[in-house]
């Protein structure tokens, strides 16, 4: 458990760097990594790719958290446009 909340906290950070240039906060990294991590996996696990190991690990809760936040971010602005238009 402290394993996948480590990685996830590291993950999430990364995240944030690539995409805002900062991170979401201790809370906002965890969760956001443990959760593209779950993405990640998944998506790893359809291309016939199996991350091993740490760096492997950390690789697909980037990429996963990468893709949570980019699909919700997407999402979210699209609601506040029409939210505006209204």
């Known amino acids: 458990m402290l394993w996948t909340i480590l990685i996830g906290a590291v993950a999430g950070f990364l ?11 201790a809370i906002g990294n965890i969760v ?5 991590g779950i993405v ?5 696990g359809v291309l016939g790719l199996g991350p ?3 760096i492997g690990q950390i690789i697909a809760g980037v ?5 949570l936040v980019l699909v919700f971010g ?7 446009r029409r939210h505006l238009n209204d």
């Open 15 to 25: 995240a944030g760097h690539i995409l805002r240039g900062e991170g979401f906060g």
């Open 32 to 36: 956001l990594g443990i959760l593209g």
């Open 52 to 54: 091993t190991g740490m």
């Open 63 to 67: 990429v996963g958290a990468v893709i």
């Open 74 to 80: 997407s999402t979210k602005a699209r609601r506040h």
């Open 40 to 44: 990640g996996k998944l998506l790893f």
